[in-house]
């Protein structure tokens, strides 16, 4: 595949469309609220609380990192902010309103490919498989695919199928098919994990890009802490046993970003440093 | 396409007749050298197949157990399917369901055989019946593995997608488990014929199974492999039906 770093912002707003934009009144929602949230799965011991009183807010168009060890509960955190799992006590609210099931404006990237995409269909109709269950017109549905992998710098490969697609475009692709239906969240969990850095650094440049055109809120959960320092405003650090917040780290580099400069300067370094005091002592 | 590609294009066959041509050899070896009372030899065996090939009788016999293998595995598919996708999907229909079935699918068909003539005659009926058991488990396992499978792994995209129920059937789970019921269907075929035959032989007056017990009794021995070796045959066509369906379906 072309690794392509630092996509070119002009570029990348020239081949964008008018269509994905995101529509006026969802252009300012996204706020996610969680207070005192508890969780434990069903069926575990009482000492096994996955969750305790965790709380931490995330602003409209705010990107936030979630770091913490490994096995800590960031896959239940992101499970229960989208609504798969209920929360046990406490309270989560999207956009005002409390979680009760999948939001329609919440897209979710999960961390394994293969239990996102369907290995029937090739790359533009997995991505349309979003659409035709949000009920978009048939007649739209291969324009906005079109448009979502285009973003995704995925354009040519509309008619491979999932196998025959590395594991970073099989990640790409799963961000199109949740781009494509517009979110105004977008929960992701550990979506570079197993990538290369090369790929890995394309794809967050490609991230940033998308979150930046889009105006989305953007939960993102990742062990690779300068991935978490690089593409946040906010990095929220978890403990293990229960989960719970113990720091918040505000980022207040420049934006756009760009991998050597960004991670060349003092402030960088001066945070994931702190990041890894934080973590090595919990 | 030059002589090399005709070779190569040919090899596969070439590879599963040497089996066969193995097989006929040992079979020739034996039947000269009389090692073995009642084994006539491979041409005269041949020469009987060609003589029923032209006559109207094998025909007959081979369309009859052909339909009734064919009804069999139809209905077992259906029921297979169904039955499957609900323990597949529901963890409550699994344990509703889980231990009848467990305790089923271990009753030989050929012990089923005799119960069904009682009840239902010495017809296609009985044949249908008995063809229907055995064929039904191979469906209903494959199935029932696949959509647990499918359920499992695209639970989460599915809620996130907020797919209805009808939508996740035909765009999920359909798709998701085809293959794997057509690789049911395909064993499911072999087991129904087998059946199907045993019962032709055993007690219904029709099909291929009873031609080769008729000629056994009139001890016209080369008719009676004919019609072994032709048996073979029509379980070798309705398998290579079957996986180039399977192989179809499974592309990419
Ligand atoms: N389905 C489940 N049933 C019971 N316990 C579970 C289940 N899934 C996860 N757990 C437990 O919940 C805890 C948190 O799991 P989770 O997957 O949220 O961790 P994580 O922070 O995402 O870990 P990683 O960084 O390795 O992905 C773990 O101790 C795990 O054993
Ligand atoms: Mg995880």
Redesign the pocket.
């Known amino acids: 595949m072309t690794v392509r770093l630092a996509p070119t912002s002009a570029g990348g707003r020239q081949t964008s469309d008018v269509a994905i934009e995101p529509t006026p009144e969802v252009a300012g929602r996204g706020s996610i609220d969680v207070s005192g949230v508890g969780y434990r799965?069903p069926g575990?011991a009482a000492e096994?609380q996955?969750i305790d009183d965790l709380s931490f807010s995330v602003r409209p168009g705010e990107f936030v990192c979630v770091v913490?060890p490994?096995?800590?509960?960031?896959?239940?955190?992101l499970k229960l902010l989208s609504g798969l799992v209920p929360a046990e006590s406490g309270g989560i609210h999207v956009d005002g309103v409390p979680v009760q099931g999948p939001p329609s404006n919440l897209g979710f990237v999960f961390?394994d490919h293969a239990r996102a995409l369907l290995p029937w269909r090739n790359a533009v109709r997995n991505v349309e498989f979003g659409l035709e269950a949000a009920g978009v017109a048939r007649k739209d549905r291969r324009e906005l695919a079109r448009q979502a992998l285009r973003r995704v710098q995925l354009p040519d490969v509309e008619n491979l199928y999932p196998a025959q697609m590395s594991g970073g475009m099989q990640q790409r692709l799963q961000i199109a098919r949740a781009l494509a239906a517009t979110p105004s969240i977008l929960l992701m969990?550990?979506p570079f994990a197993a990538l290369d850095a090369l790929t890995r650094f394309a794809l967050e440049d490609a991230l940033l890009e998308v979150w930046r055109e889009l105006g989305l809120t953007v939960v993102f959960?990742t062990?690779d802490l300068d991935e978490a320092v690089y593409l946040a405003d906010r990095v929220v650090v978890l403990r293990r046993g229960p989960?719970r917040v113990v720091r918040e780290l505000q980022v207040e580099l420049d934006r756009p970003r760009d991998q050597g400069r960004t991670r060349a300067e003092p402030e960088f370094v001066a945070l994931r440093y702190e990041l890894f005091e934080t973590i090595r002592a919990l | 396409m030059n002589m090399a590609g005709i070779v190569a294009g040919l090899r596969p066959y070439v590879l599963g007749l040497a089996g066969i041509a193995v097989l006929t050899a040992g079979w020739a070896v034996v039947a000269a050298a009389e090692l073995l009372d009642g084994v006539p030899p491979p041409l005269e065996v041949f020469s009987a197949l060609g003589e029923q090939l032209t006559g109207a009788e094998l025909w007959r016999a081979t369309g009859h157990t052909v339909a009734v293998t064919a009804s069999a595995t139809a209905i077992a598919t259906v029921i297979g399917v169904l039955v499957g996708a609900a323990i597949g999907m529901s963890a409550m229909m699994d344990r509703l369901l889980g231990s009848t079935i467990n305790t089923l699918r271990f009753v030989p068909p050929v012990a089923l055989i005799p119960v069904v003539l009682l009840i239902m005659g010495f017809g296609s009926g009985s044949e249908i019946v008995v063809g229907t058991f055995a064929a039904l488990w191979p469906v209903l396992l494959n199935v029932a593995a696949a959509s647990r499978e499918i359920k499992s792994r695209f639970e989460d995209m599915t809620r996130i997608q907020r797919l209805g129920p009808v939508r996740k059937l035909f765009s999920v789970y359909v798709p998701g488990t085809v293959a794997a019921t057509i690789t049911g269907v395909r064993v499911a075929a072999a087991l129904a014929l087998i059946l199907v035959v045993a019962i032709e032989m055993l007690a219904v007056p029709a099909g291929l199974g009873h031609q080769v017990r008729f000629a056994g009794n009139a001890l016209q021995l080369p008719t009676m492999y004919a019609y072994i070796v032709w048996t073979g045959c029509v379980g070798l066509l309705l398998n290579s039906v079957l996986q180039a369906t399977e192989r179809y379906l499974r592309r990419p």
Request: with cysteine.
């Open positions: 799965y575990a096994r996955v913490g490994s096995g800590c509960g960031k896959t239940t955190l961390q969990d550990e959960v062990h989960a």
